[in-house]
């Protein structure tokens, strides 16, 4: 290789013509000569920060991450499959969590009540769509107890040969391993996974503790008593033993799977706002102990390795809790019995042909620009509240104003406002039976200021007596509905505040 030329010698400036300037001050006898100006320290510290970053993410983060692949448990999952679908644009991958348990510790085996064999089934199933331009990652739940059909394959466990059949989701897992599930995925949705990424008890909960913990809010108690959850209603601090308890709990209320994915979607949420606020995936070393935590205990496609991972992490460092969105596959019959298999969940198939169809063609599932509204978490949906209103104060209408504020906010009020014995009430009450009282405290938190007096006896109609002091309603929203539709929600709608 030739050597390049040398750069010409420059030829001496012209001297420059000595400026006017006052006369030299004298100290001890000497002149003090004129100072040179510099450039300030800031800036150089700055430029220095800004190239130790970019050296950092670009070159060290490859050095410290290469050969962390070299441990990850290999799968192919997209052995032999033909007739698949287009690809899309985007990423898309395909998250399973299994109950793998073989590495927990007999002391958190106790203490997180995960006790007995591993079923080597899955719990979770999510579709996670990257956009194209890194900007947005979409999840989509797949319920477990869904109603699939499976195309033909052979088992993994006995070596026998099925023809297609129906079963649940989960069950495709047990039958024929990731093989048949990304299969069983591709077939019902249409969507061609890019990768596949198993992750158990033990690399979710280190994963966890390695960030610090994730922080969660709920505005009711959480107690489980097959987990061992138990949560007051505010904020907390979960450590790994504890998250898994709150992503695997299924009997806080009446909503058993779905309101589980549900608390896994706003984990989910917690979980990356946690790493994108915490300088993780700024600092490569962070991120190589996070992608170890993670990847000491999981299984994936050979084609998921150390590059992918860092244009994850890079795509990932702009993000905000409102750029991911999380969604529930639309369900159209909840108790769908299927004989030799039992109630499954049947999809509603025009929602969710729409639904797939937006993630194949990279379109946020959230509506573009769609204002969002901050409502105040309640316990009780306002739909499930019945009202009656009073006007409790000699100012005409106001009655039939309060009324109709609590409708648009979602309450089932009666329509038809009555006039209080009192009309000299300053206060606004919300009058209830002590037996639906989450359902007051719900009314009630959309009267910022009302009093709550329990009237033994009243029944489930919640009376509401306007008062002096009534300005607005504020919105409120259930944090845990039973039955979710298809609706969408981004990261920010879910976080704690």
Known sequence: ?????????????????????????????????????????????????????????????????????????????FKDMKNRPEAGHGMNLLLVGTDGR??????????????????????????????????????????????AEAPAHTDEVTGQRHGPHPLKLNAAYAEGGPTLTVRTVENMTHVKIDHYLEVDFTSFMKTVD??????????????????GLDLAAGSHLLGGGQALQYVRS?????????????RQQRFLAALVSRATSSGVLLNPMKFRDVTRAV?????????????????????????????????????????????????????DEPKARTLFAALRDDRPLAAPHAPRAQAVRVAVAPQQIRVQIENGTATTGLGKRVDGALAAAGFRTTGRPTTAPDTTVRR???SYDPRWDRSAK???????????????????LLKVIAGADFKQVTRVRAEEPAQGGPGVVTGDQVVCP
């Open 428 to 430: 606004t009450v919300v």
């Open 210 to 227: 390695v960030l610090g913990g994730v922080r969660i809010c709920t505005a009711q108690p959480l107690k489980d008593r097959y987990t």
């Open 1 to 77: 290789m030739p050597t390049p030329p040398r750069s010409p010698v420059r030829p001496p400036r012209p001297p420059r013509p000595s400026p006017a300037r006052r006369p030299a001050r004298r100290s001890e006898g000497r002149p003090v000569r004129p100072v040179r100006r510099r450039r300030p320290r800031w800036a150089v510290r700055a430029l220095t920060t800004v190239s130790v970053v970019v050296l950092a993410s670009a070159g060290i983060g490859h050095a410290v991450l290469s050969g962390l692949d070299a441990g990850i448990a290999r799968v192919d999952p």
């Open 295 to 347: 990847l000491g205990s999981v299984r994936a496609d050979r084609g998921f390795g150390t590059d992918e991972l860092l244009d994850l992490g890079r795509a990932m460092r702009n993000f905000s809790p409102s750029s991911s969105e999380f969604t529930t596959v639309p369900i159209g019959q909840m108790a769908y019995a299927v004989k030799g298999i039992g109630s499954t969940l049947k999809w």
């Open 250 to 262: 299924r009997h806080t209320d009446g909503s058993s799977d779905l309101g589980r994915m549900k």
């Open 442 to 460: 719900s009314l009630a938190a959309a009267l910022p200021g009302a009093e709550l007096r329990a009237v033994p006896g009243q029944g489930p």
């Open 102 to 147: 073989e590495k927990i510790t007999e002391a958190e085996r106790r203490k997180f009540r995960l006790g007995g064999a591993p079923c080597h089934c899955t719990d979770t199933v999510m579709i996670v769509h990257i956009s194209e331009d890194r900007d947005r990652a979409s999840i989509v739940s797949l319920p477990r107890d869904s109603y």
